[in-house]
């Protein structure tokens, strides 16, 4: 027998490409497994009886240690998210608001069920906060500054006015505009991507809901921070004003 050789049918090529081939295919289970932690088992439309999990199976739980002390175990029993609309009675039908859908969370103002607490940088500070409270920050000379513009809805009208504005302190950036609301004096977060500043008419365009929707946008428990949960609240709010913002935002354009 050659060099490397088993026997006159195997050496050590072979088994070391199957122990390969083995390995991979495992690795691939762990994987897919672990993906599974979190949103799993899906819905049935059929019966809650019915455990959706596919193959391989759900992963026993295991406990994390955060880096601020907390633990979290997943995966996790999670009550089902409640859908404020007209479901359809077969599949592919539109789905059908039956309220505010922006306020709902239905189709594109739809969010994660995040958790009620802010965002956290390493040395334990908000990682969103306003620049009334981060005072280390300031808006470059050649940019124009928003406070004190007038906030203008997609119909043109005036809502209100910007206040203050809220910075990342992880990414230096301007995460969102405080707008102090005229019809009620609320203060709420206008998300930065959703916000246009024409500093040479002195305003900010908002195109994604009326003036008079900015009274309904979610607000914050705290005047100086916002949690996950929030923020996914705030962004879906004007997200789902492209759709739903008015009736001739919906259904086909002929």
Request: hydrophobic share 40%.
């Amino acid at each position: 027998m050659e060099t490397g050789a088993i026997t006159g049918y195997i050496d050590v090529a072979q088994v070391t490409l199957y122990v390969f081939w083995a390995f991979f295919a495992g690795l691939i289970y762990y994987l897919h497994q672990e993906n599974k932690r979190e949103g799993y088992p899906l819905e049935s439309t059929n019966s809650d009886r019915i455990t959706v999990q596919g193959f391989p199976p759900i992963p026993a739980p295991k406990t994390y240690l955060l880096h601020d002390g907390r633990t979290v175990m997943a995966p996790r029993k999670e009550a089902p998210e409640q859908v404020k609309a007209t479901v359809s009675a077969y599949p592919g039908q539109p789905i059908e608001p039956t309220g505010d859908p922006m306020a709902d969370g239905v189709g594109p103002a739809a969010y994660a069920m995040r958790a009620e607490r802010p965002d956290m940088t390493h040395d334990g500070k908000p990682t969103i906060a306003p620049m009334r409270l981060a005072p280390e920050f300031w808006v470059a000379e050649e940019d124009p500054d928003p406070r004190g513009m007038s906030v203008a809805g997609c119909d043109g009208k005036a809502a209100g006015k910007v206040s203050d504005i809220w910075i990342d302190r992880g990414e230096l950036l301007i995460r969102f505009l405080e707008v102090e609301v005229a019809a009620n004096g609320r203060k709420v977060l206008l998300p930065m991507p959703m916000a246009v500043v024409d500093g040479d008419r002195n305003v900010v365009k908002v195109d994604s809901i009326r003036a008079d929707q900015f009274a309904g946008v979610p607000g914050t428990a705290s005047a100086d921070q916002v949690t996950l949960r929030e923020e996914d609240r705030i962004a879906a709010y004007y997200a789902g004003g492209h759709l739903y913002a008015s009736a001739s935002r919906q259904g086909p354009l002929l």
